[in-house]
């Protein structure tokens, strides 16, 4: 079983930058794919962008492309997510998963490992 921890979450101006980061403990297998998820108050859970552990090309929501840009770190155990030029519909609950098939799939319910999650709010 993998335990997750996010942090880097916070309150920035529109137009601002945060860095989330996840801490994996636990095996990680080398076909995982790692994501990113947020939920803002009363919306479902969406996808973000993930990466596979080992290989493949990160992958991306559309309205995070050329802001976001997640990556790894494999010797710390990490992953993260650079966020850039934030808009104050980027406010949610940010959540990193782990889904142990691997691929490309966005859907929350093909990842089984979750974190607590990191809070990230984005004023005008």
Known sequence: ??????????LVQAGGSLRLACAASGRIFSTST???FRQAP??????VAAIGWTL????YEDSVKGRFTISRDNAKNAVYLQMNRL????TAAYYCAVNRRGGTVKSASEFSSWGQGTQVTVSS
């Open 87 to 90: 808009k104050p519909e980027d």
């Open 56 to 59: 493949g090309t990160p992958f």
């Open 42 to 47: 009363g919306k479902e859970r969406e996808f």
């Open 34 to 36: 790692m994501g990113w």
């Open 1 to 10: 079983q993998v335990q997750l921890v996010e942090s880097g979450g916070g």
